[in-house]
């Protein structure tokens, strides 16, 4: 793509409170400060970042405000100064320069070698890719992105703009929300893990008949399996981001905003809260309630409710300082025990 840096910064006023040099330059692309030339768009933090840019003749550089007094006389490129480089990142990539977001849209829209059930209800400018299935009553949003290997099983809803790349499934009556995006090899809806167990010991399936609930602006990355509940709803809320390989059981309520890092498990009918942080492996048991604006380390194990906002860390869970300091005194147990036996050895001695 093609766009003059001058419309770029008309896109984004309230992000680019002041800018320096030519705005006329031609963008085709963003790209490391150390590959520029002069029609790429660079992101810098420091000035080490922006000498580099420059010296690769970067045509326009998104900076920190800091650095406006750091531009070094005759630079020549477009200068657009902002108070947070990273989100400006985030914005100019997804409506420019994103290509993971228009995949398939040079194909026919729905192609023959899918299968679309003559009751699907299919909005206008969706794309349905080869080997995709969409059941009976299933509903596609406008401008949705069916990718190859999909399948949207009956009564499945998915939202307006959302993108489901190749082999996600989307099981029975379950629900995507607008502008989501969901990773290949990711399951949604899958059966909840539920058996009950005879006077012999045989395992009797319970079977699960509540759906799944992914509201808007959900991110699911790949190799993903969230459980439908067993009668009412598993939620994962709006605008929270799940990392490759994490897995949420049925009746689950994931909260609002939540960020869950690549190994997070939870079993059933657990509760997250909004705005929580995960790190990688982070694990909760069955029944546990994790209230709003909770960081969690990675390795964490939550085996009881967290009522109190504030990082954690560890199993036994700990508030984190005090889980750093149990944690830096591990290394030093071997010489604490040795110690003490010498100790103990010195007073039996007396005794």
């Known amino acids: ?26 963008l085709e692309r963003a790209v490391p400060p150390e590959r520029a030339d002069g029609a790429s768009l660079v992101f810098v933090s420091d000035e080490g970042m922006l000498l580099t ?28 100064f902002t108070r947070n480089v990273k989100l400006a990142m985030a914005l100019v990539l997804q409506r420019h320069f994103d290509a993971s977001r228009h995949p398939f849209r040079q194909e026919p829209p729905v192609h023959p070698g899918a ?40 009564g499945a809803r998915v939202g307006a703009n959302s993108l489901l790349h190749a082999m996600v499934f989307l099981g ?18 899958s059966d909840g893990y539920a058996y009950a167990q005879d006077d012999e010991g045989h395992h009797h399936k319970v079977p699960q008949l509540g759906i799944v609930l992914v509201e808007d602006d959900v991110e699911i990355q790949a190799n ?8 009412d709803v598993t939620r994962i809320g ?23 890092t690549g190994g997070f498990f939870v079993a059933g009918s657990s509760t997250v809260g909004d705005h929580c ?36 860390g560890g199993y036994p869970l700990q508030p ?15 010489e604490l025990r040795r110690r003490l036996a010498e100790l103990e050895r010195a007073v039996l001695a007396k005794v």
């Not at 029975?172 to 809806?189: D, Q, S, W, Y």
């Open 320 to 334: 984190m300082r005090k889980f750093l300091r149990t944690t830096s005194s591990l290394p030093h147990l071997p």
């Open 115 to 154: 299968f679309v059930s003559p009751q699907a209800v299919i909005g206008k400018g969706a794309v349905i890719r080869p080997g995709a299935y969409v059941g009976a009553v299933a509903v596609i949003g406008e401008g949705a992105l069916i990718g190859p290997g999909c399948v949207i099983e009956e």
């Open 1 to 26: 793509m093609q766009i003059g840096c001058d419309q770029l910064v008309a896109g984004f006023a309230q992000l680019f409170p002041r800018t320096l040099g030519d705005l006329g330059v031609l």
């Open 277 to 312: 942080v995960t790190g990688g492996r982070t694990t909760l048991t069955d029944h546990v309630n994790v209230c709003s604006g909770v960081h969690l380390g990675g390795l964490s194990a939550v085996t009881k409710d967290i009522t109190e906002p504030g990082a954690y």
């Open 224 to 231: 993903c399996a969230i459980d439908r509940a067993a009668f």
């Open 172 to 189: 029975r009556r379950c629900e995507v929300g607008e502008r989501c995006e969901i990773h290949p090899n990711t399951t949604v809806g």
């Open 53 to 80: 840019a420059l010296a690769a003749g970067a045509g326009a550089i998104v900076l920190p405000l800091k650095l406006e007094g750091r531009i070094p006389e005759g630079a020549r490129a477009a200068f657009l």
């Open 238 to 260: 709006r605008g929270t981001k799940i990392d490759n390989l994490c897995h949420i059981a049925h009746n689950c309520q994931i909260g609002e905003h939540v960020l869950l």
